[in-house]
């Protein structure tokens, strides 16, 4: 039998994965699960690309290393953009069916604590909010031990020419990423002499601004819909979302903007 477009896309099983609790049904719920369910295909490719990127890092292939941090940045964008709908989702709509998310919350998003960890915003304390033993335990537990975006963008600054000091390449895997002065003057003597890596330093900072600015969004979208109330995940809500709120993934290229 022909390969059909439903058939490829397993469209009779994607479809039937928007199932509303509410009872009696309150329209916007829909809303709601559509959103986070694209939102969470969108963290798949970004951590599809992320992916591509650490391995062009590694292997010194700056022009793919490029092109994906171009579609990793258009991608955030439209992130961004996506919060504009759950926005015409009013707070008393949201009252009318938040009590069936029970304790569920976007907290729990195993695959946005992989997008932190994979760009080297580790937090291990995330996972005591993740259910051991659960396949996705494992996954998250994986990518906070295994080298990140930013170990595998120092890989590539050594190659070409950025002296890397030891403390940084000997680091816990497990720690975030911090900023670094020997790094930092590397980057900007690469700024200042190469254009084709300016591009792509710049291309890095459009994606890091693009998660603040998410952030910044997802806070604000918060603050309208439920104020100080606390997160459905349990945590202190919009005071809690704050602390990760300008804590760039690429410190390093934030660091010498006033010397460029
Ligand atoms: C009415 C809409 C929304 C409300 C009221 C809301 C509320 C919250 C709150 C209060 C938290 C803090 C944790 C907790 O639950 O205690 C949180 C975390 C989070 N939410 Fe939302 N959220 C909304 C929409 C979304 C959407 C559309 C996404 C898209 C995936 C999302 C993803 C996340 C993520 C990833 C976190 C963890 C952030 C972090 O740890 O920095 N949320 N949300």
Redesign the pocket.
């Known amino acids: 039998m022909e390969l059909t477009y439903s058939d490829y896309l397993h469209l009779d099983e994607l479809l039937d994965l928007q199932q509303p609790l509410s009872d009696p049904p309150e329209h916007d719920e829909t809303l709601f699960i559509v ?2 369910q694209a ?2 295909l969108w963290f798949k490719l970004l951590l599809h690309e992320l992916e591509k990127i650490k391995a062009d890092f590694v292997a010194n292939r700056l022009y793919p290393a490029i092109s994906t941090f171009k579609r990793a940045r258009t991608i955030m964008k439209v992130m961004v953009e996506q919060v504009d709908i ?1 926005e015409t ?1 009013t707070p008393m709509s ?1 009252a009318s069916f938040r009590d069936r998310l029970d304790k569920a ?3 729990q ?1 195993v695959q ?1 604590r992989e997008l932190e960890f994979a760009l080297g915003y580790k937090r291990a304390d995330m996972l005591k909010y993740q259910r051991p033993g659960t396949p996705s335990y494992a996954q998250l537990e994986r990518r906070l031990r295994e080298p990140s975006v930013v170990d595998a963008f120092y890989t590539f600054l050594k190659q070409n020419g950025v002296t890397i000091p030891d403390e940084l390449t000997r680091r816990d895997p497990t720690l975030p990423a911090i900023q670094n002065e020997t790094v930092a003057e590397g980057v900007l003597t690469l700024y200042k002499t190469q254009p084709n890596m300016e591009i792509l330093f710049e291309l890095m900072t459009d994606f890091d601004e693009g998660l603040q600015e998410w ?1 910044y969004r ?1 806070i604000k ?2 603050e309208r ?2 104020g100080s109330k ?6 202190l ?1 919009v005071e ?2 704050k602390k ?1 709120l300008f804590s760039p993934v690429f410190p390093d290229l934030w660091a010498i903007r006033h010397r460029l």
């Open positions: 959103v986070h939102y969470e759950v989702l949201f919350s976007g907290f998003s946005f952030r997802h979208l918060v819909s439920i606390r997160g459905t995940g349990g945590s809500g809690f979302l990760s």
